[in-house]
């Protein structure tokens, strides 16, 4: 069983960093590509970026780009969000994703994961003064 443990979130000034860090286990010598998600009160949930696994190719919403980075340690099964410039428009809860790929199983140019999801439950990021 896939396990996932988000750690990292909290209260940053706008325009300050913060790095998410998900701790996976469960994978049993498979690829899984991960990702995160974010979901802000009254809105839908938003991939945010994705990573496969061996690959390591890596796609990002459109409203992260050149502001986020997402990483993995395949070594550690972690993966990482770092977080940069961050906007009041960011705050939300972020969730860690992941999926076992295959044909069906990948992450898209979008930064969303396709496939049966597996999830954490989330770290509260919020941007405020």
């Known amino acids: 069983e896939v396990e996932l443990v988000e750690s990292g979130g909290g209260l940053v000034q706008p325009g300050g960093s913060l790095r998410l860090s998900c701790a996976a286990s469960?994978?049993?010598?498979?690829?899984?590509?991960m990702g995160w998600y974010r979901q802000a009160p009254g809105k839908d949930r938003e991939g945010v970026s994705c990573?496969?696994?061996?690959?390591?190719?890596?796609y990002y919403g459109d409203s992260v780009k050149g502001r986020f980075t997402i990483s993995r340690d395949n070594a550690n099964n972690t993966l990482y969000l770092q977080m940069n410039s961050l906007k009041p428009e960011d705050t939300a809860m972020y969730y860690c994703?992941?999926?076992?790929?295959?044909?069906?199983?990948?992450?898209?140019?979008?930064?969303?994961?396709?496939?049966?999801?597996?999830w954490g439950k989330g770290t509260l990021v919020t941007i405020s003064s």
């Open positions: 994703a992941a999926v076992k790929e295959s044909r069906y199983g990948y992450c898209s140019d979008s930064g969303k994961l396709y496939g049966m999801h597996n």
């Open positions: 990573i496969f696994h061996r690959s390591g190719r890596l």
């Open positions: 469960g994978f049993t010598g498979e690829d899984y590509a």
